[in-house]
Nanobody, 124 residues
Framework: QVQLVESGGGLVQPGGSLRLSCAAS????????MGWFRQAPGKEDEFVVG????????DYADSVKGRFTISRDNDKKMVFLQMNSLKPEDTAVYYC?????????????????WGQGTQVTVSS
């Protein structure tokens, strides 16, 4: 089973950018659909974006379309989330997740492996 470790979070001013990384272990990384979720204080988990095993398909939440970009490098077993034009409402703990089902799902129940999370704070 794959294991996930996120990095790249931090404090950034509104309008700024951050790049999150998710490093995976395991031999079958390319077979996993990968997703990023986030949880803000006092709020439920929110789907941010997903990417298929091959990287050919992606699905973005409306709140991040045009600002965030997901990518993956299966050779390096990495997933990246480039976040531009950050807003205070993007402040949350961001989690990388892996799922074995075919196709991207926006439901957290479609992902069986989770990282520990990385804090992103957007504030002036």
């Amino acid at each position: 089973q794959v294991q996930l470790v996120e990095s790249g979070g931090g404090l950034v001013q509104p309008g700024g950018s951050l790049r999150l990384s998710c490093a995976a272990s395991g031999r079958t990384f390319s077979s996993y659909t990968m997703g990023w979720f986030r949880q803000a204080p006092g709020k439920e988990d929110e789907f941010v974006v997903g990417i298929s095993g091959s990287g050919a398909s992606t699905d973005y939440a409306d709140s991040v379309k045009g600002r965030f970009t997901i990518s993956r490098d299966n050779d390096k077993k990495m997933v990246f989330l480039q976040m531009n034009s950050l807003k205070p409402e993007d402040t949350a703990v961001y989690y990388c997740a892996a799922g074995v089902r075919s196709g991207i799902t926006t439901s957290k129940y479609g992902y069986s492996v989770w990282g520990q999370g990385t804090q992103v704070t957007v504030s002036s």
